[in-house]
Structure formats: C-alpha cells, structure tokens
C-alpha cells in the first residue's frame, strides 16, 4: 500500500545533541510538510516543501530546518534540541492540484524525548 | 486568516449512543474542510473532506459531516459509536488553492460500555 512512513517511531537525544527525523513517500506526492504536536494540542505545522520550494512557517525557529533530496524523501534536523521541543513530530504528504486541495496522508508520526 | 473552532474539548458518549462533534470555521469563502481522527500514539487519518457540491459528506468508519454555509459549521456525527472509535477528532481548514491547514483544538471522545 502507498503510504508515508516515519523513523524512528521513538527518538531520544540529549539536550543540545543534533537529531534528524525522517519521512518517506511511496504515494509521489509533490507536498510533504512537517508538523510538530505537544502532547493534547492541534499539529503546528513548521515547514513545507512544494516541489523543491521550502517554505518555512514565520514562527518556526531557526533550530529546525528540513531537507528534501528527492521526491520521496524529507528529514527533519533539530540543530540543538531543547526541552520544549520534546513532541510529536508529523510527516504529511498531499498531492497539490491547481483546481482543489487534496488531502493530506499523514505518518504515524515520531516521537521524540529530550534527555 | 481563518480559523477553526471545535468547543467541545471532551465528548464522552455510551457504546451505541450517536455522536456529533461540532465544528465552526472562520473564513471570507468556502474554504476546504476536513475531519481527520488521530488514534493514541498515531499520526492522523482522514475521515471525510468536503470541497463542493452536497453538503452531506460520507467518509469512512460509518462517519458522515454535513456542511451548513448559514452557520460556518462542519459537525461530523455518526449514527452509532463503537469502542474503537475513542480518540481525538480534529477539524481542519484549508482555503482554496492553498494546501496548508488549519486545525481546530481537537475533541477527545471518550466511549464508555
């Protein structure tokens, strides 16, 4: 089945020690975004790739930023991480047309602990 | 900017009883809507989206949403809830030809026997 997939399912770094979260698509859809969730609150989403074009959310610190080598691949990177972005982090993906918006197919998401 | 509103935090229903979870939007158009279910520990799956035509929307797991323009609203119901279907259900926005969304709070169901 076409579907987004996440690793690890579970992180834990260290306070300030640099981790990457990845996504992968089977779906080939052109949108990938990443949201962060805290625990009982809505998904925030932080940054988006439309094709290759980054678009980064005007509240997203500078501590994140994300890559997209091809189409089916995105990471996310927590240059320092501090305690607060202990979280949820969700994958998406969407197949942007120019007539509707399409849903977007999320991964099960990683979670992520500071120590 | 729009917005969305879901005021019910907390809904907890009987096994069998019907459900309706209300949500309110804030927007110049008719926006995109979408009603996604998020499990325990899970990423979020899609229920039902409504983009045009009938207002009624069919989705998965027996789940229904109407669309009332009069009151900015997109309540999802269903007829008969089932113990699986305890988790938190989020409404989302999304305006036309733009592809980011804009969640609600999220309402956590609760099913008791």
């Known amino acids: 089945d076409a579907m987004v997939i996440q690793n690890p399912r579970y992180q834990v770094t260290q306070f300030g020690k640099p981790v990457t979260l990845s996504c992968s698509q089977t779906l080939n859809h052109n949108v990938m975004y990443w949201y962060q969730q805290k625990s009982s609150q809505a998904p925030k989403l932080l940054f988006h790739y439309y094709d290759k074009d980054f678009n980064n959310e005007a509240d997203t610190p500078d501590n994140f930023q994300s890559r997209r080598p091809n189409t089916s691949f995105c990471f996310l990177d927590i240059r320092s991480p501090g305690l607060g972005d202990a979280a949820m982090y969700l994958c998406a993906t969407s197949r942007a047309l120019s007539r509707e918006n399409q849903p977007q197919h999320f991964g099960d998401g990683t979670r992520l602990s500071i120590l | ?113």
């Open chain 2, 1 to 113: 900017a729009q917005s969305v509103t879901q005021p019910d935090i907390h809904i907890t229903v009987s096994e069998g009883a019907s459900l309706e979870l209300r949500c309110n939007y804030s927007y110049g158009a008719t926006p995109y809507l979408f009603w996604y279910v998020q499990s325990p520990g899970q990423g979020l799956q899609l229920l039902l989206k409504y983009f045009s035509g009938d207002t009624l929307v069919q989705g998965i797991k027996g789940f229904e949403a109407e669309f009332k323009r009069s009151q900015s609203s997109f309540n999802l119901r269903k007829p008969s809830v089932h113990w699986s279907d305890a988790a938190e259900y989020f409404c989302a926005v999304a305006p036309f030809g733009n592809e980011k969304l804009t969640f609600g709070t999220g309402t956590r169901l609760t099913i008791i026997p």
